[in-house]
């Protein structure tokens, strides 16, 4: 694939679009890495080639070599730093006291079709209920976050329905004093008779 002289190894076009396909579906330090292969193999280990050939950042082909040279991996400040915490992982003691309170007021979906808990707590009750536990208002989610993590641990804020009683049977008992037996009129003739 090399020649003798030193110099970067000819590339067909559909290796090329099969390069970039792979790249494609790689993110950071595995996108790094692969550039920094492919830039040893086929470039000599030249960022500026691999920039001119492939069309990729020399910077980060750049990296992507130090990364290789060095063993070590290096980090952005918007993968250290960025996404928040869900306050049930924030606050794990206060998520259990607000699934006891959760729980105390849901029931299971009477058709027993789905494990979802169906509850009647309201987010401004539930906001209220973790004050009177002695939950500092800092540590209080906003009521439209309090819906969200009811969801999140399973309770949906809806209003439950009681088991519906069956609708009265259409056929009369024989054993009832108020049942009158049903007469066909056409063997009420007969049985005058």
């Known amino acids: 694939m090399s020649d003798p002289s030193g110099s970067a190894t000819k590339l067909s076009d559909e290796h090329l679009s099969d390069i970039q396909f ?9 996108r790094r890495a692969f550039q920094a292969e492919i830039t040893l193999k086929y470039c000599n280990g030249s960022a500026r080639n691999a920039e ?15 990364e290789k040279r060095s063993g070590l991996i290096c980090a952005g400040a918007q993968a250290v730093f960025s996404g928040t915490k869900r306050w ?17 007021h849901s029931q299971q979906d009477p058709t027993f079709k789905t494990t979802i808990a169906f509850t009647r707590l309201t987010t401004a009750e539930a906001i209220q209920q973790l004050r009177n536990r002695g939950v500092q208002q800092e540590q209080l989610p906003s009521p439209s976050t309090m ?16 088991a519906k009683p069956k609708k009265k049977s259409q056929k009369q008992m024989p054993s009832l004093k108020i049942s009158k037996p049903k007469i066909n009129p056409l063997m009420e003739g007969k049985l005058n008779d």
Do not use: C, Q
């Not at 792979?22 to 595995?30: F, R």
């Open 88 to 104: 049930e992982d924030k606050h794990p003691d206060l998520a259990e006291i607000l699934r006891e309170i959760a729980e105390a």
């Open 22 to 30: 792979a790249l494609s579906k790689m993110n950071g330090a595995d």
């Open 147 to 162: 819906a969200v993590i009811l969801n999140r641990m399973g309770y949906r804020l809806k209003k439950v329905v009681k």
């Open 52 to 66: 001119s050939r492939f069309g990729w950042s020399r910077k980060t082909v750049s990296l992507g070599l130090e």
